[in-house]
Each structure stands twice: as structure tokens, then as C-alpha cells.
């Protein structure tokens, strides 16, 4: 009991649960070395379609790591898509989901062609290389929109001020298996059952017990922001990008892949057919 009261202080509570980004063990976790260069190049190959610029430098031990901005030139577009990727280091699969999601959008830009998209990747560059879920002064940087004491907060609350999103996907990776996504309460029922619908018609394993235990009322694949997890996070003082986002009254997807699967196009395909489901079905 004393040990899961431990586990859901760090992993719930503590918006600073270490002062270094180390490297997490509580959870059995598959992770590989993360190529920044290569991702950098990956990136910038799509220069001519997108416009790509380093928003952020961070230097950790006499290193200069970057936070990317990426966006589309559709700005007449009518409707609004911000994505964050990376927030906890160790989920490196979803900074993998990017590239690949800017080569789905080069090739298919009728597809696209009614959003403005903004991208922001890696938010978390240290904790990517560490393989931490913390940042450099071992902030979890998602229980930081309280107090915001790092500068990776307020970057994304900033993004969302300035840029106004009408969706904001965030995506993350969990110890629970099966691949899942959180709604807030903006997210309208019906979207969420059209994403849900194209996660079971591409037979993804789908998530039964998020937070160890079975939620009453809650579908495998999905769950809700309602009334009993906002008073839970009331309860708790727990502060996330989504409470921010819910407060700024925008609608907000939290997709969460299985970080222990080995096979990482496993932790990368149902990211994107989330991504893909909002841009076709949204207000539809
Ligand atoms: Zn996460």
C-alpha cells in the first residue's frame, strides 16, 4: 500500500519528483537511444512544405539540444490543430509519430487541407535523450500548469494562447497495455466514438485498465474527463496541460500508446490514426 502510495505521488502528485532527469524504473519499459540528428534531418527534409524553426535551445552538460516548431503554410485555413509531442522523454516513440505525420500530410494534402496545423517537438529534449520522463531539473513537466516553474509549461501555454487551437493533441505513452485516448469534456461524444470506431477497424489493442484499476463505466480504448476525474484531479491538486486547456475552454485528445511493446510501429500507428480521425471527422 505505502509502495502505490509512492507511485501515485510521483506519478500524480509531485510536479517535481526528482532534481535530475533520471531514468525511470517502476514501470518495465522498452526504450532505445534516441538519434537527435537524424531526427533533425527528418524534420527539415519537409522544409519546403512546411515552416520549421528550432522555437526553443535547451544546454544540458555542454549540450545544445532543440525544440522544434512546425507548421503548415495553410493559413486560410478555417479550423485549428496544435500537437504536442515528447512532453515525458522516455515516450520517444510518440517524437517518432512526427516525422511520419508530415510526410502523411505532404502527401495528402486535399486530406489536410481544411486545417492549419502546429506542431511542437520534442517538448521534452533532455528527458528524451536521459530516457527520463523528467525534464533537466526533474520536473514532470505535465503536473507543472499550477505554478509553472518551467519554461517547458509556459512554452505550450503559450503556443495555446497565441495560436488559439480548436483541437490540442498532446500524445504520450503509458505502462498500461493497450493503446488508449483521454477526451476532454470539449471533445464531443460523437468524435470520440468515430476515433474509437477507426482504432477497432484497424483491430488496435485496445486499453481495459488504465490507473491499475477497472473504472466503472469506462469503454476499453477510451475514457472521458467527467465529473468524477475532475474531482478526483480537484481533490488531489492535480494540475495537467489538460486542466489548462479545459480552463482555456479547448478541446483537448490525450492519446497514450503501451511503452513496453518492442515493436515501435505498434506505438506509432494508433497515434496517428487519432491524428488522422480528428482531421477527417471533426465538427462532422
Ligand atoms: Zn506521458
Not at 35 to 63: D, G, P
Request: aromatic share 14%; with cysteine.
Amino acid at each position: 500500500m505505502k509502495k502505490l502510495f509512492k507511485l501515485f505521488y510521483k506519478y500524480y502528485l509531485s510536479p517535481r519528483p526528482e532534481v535530475s532527469p533520471v531514468k525511470q524504473d517502476d514501470f518495465e519499459m522498452y526504450v532505445e537511444n534516441f538519434n537527435f540528428e537524424k531526427y533533425r534531418k527528418n524534420i527539415f527534409a519537409f522544409q519546403n512544405k512546411f515552416s520549421i524553426e528550432a522555437v526553443k535551445t535547451i544546454e544540458y552538460k555542454n549540450e545544445v539540444f532543440e525544440i522544434f516548431k512546425i507548421e503548415t503554410r495553410n493559413k486560410q485555413a478555417k479550423k485549428k490543430l496544435l500537437v504536442f509531442a515528447a512532453v515525458h522523454g522516455n515516450e520517444f516513440a510518440t517524437a517518432l509519430v512526427i516525422p511520419i505525420f508530415l510526410a502523411d500530410i505532404s502527401s495528402n494534402p486535399d486530406f489536410y487541407r481544411e486545417w492549419q496545423i502546429r506542431i511542437i517537438s520534442p517538448i521534452n529534449p533532455v528527458g528524451l535523450k536521459c530516457q527520463s520522463r523528467y525534464n533537466k531539473d526533474g520536473y514532470d513537466i505535465n503536473r507543472d500548469f499550477k505554478k509553472f516553474e518551467t519554461e517547458d509549461s509556459k512554452l505550450q501555454c503559450n503556443e495555446i494562447d497565441v495560436f488559439k487551437p480548436d483541437m490540442l493533441i498532446s500524445l504520450h505513452e503509458h505502462p498500461f497495455k493497450g493503446f488508449m485516448f483521454l477526451c476532454n469534456d470539449k471533445v464531443s461524444r460523437l468524435l470520440q466514438k468515430k476515433i474509437l470506431n477507426k482504432l477497432k477497424e484497424k483491430n488496435i489493442l485496445l486499453c481495459r485498465t488504465p490507473f491499475i484499476v477497472k473504472i466503472p463505466g469506462t469503454k476499453a480504448g477510451v475514457m472521458r474527463i467527467g465529473v468524477l476525474l475532475k474531482v478526483f484531479r480537484f481533490i488531489f491538486g492535480i494540475y495537467t496541460l489538460e486542466r489548462y486547456a479545459s480552463k482555456k475552454n479547448i478541446e483537448n485528445i490525450t492519446s497514450e500508446s503501451y511503452w513496453n511493446e518492442r515493436d515501435i510501429e505498434k506505438r506509432i500507428f494508433p497515434h496517428m490514426l487519432v491524428l488522422r480521425s480528428v482531421v477527417s471527422d471533426y465538427g462532422k
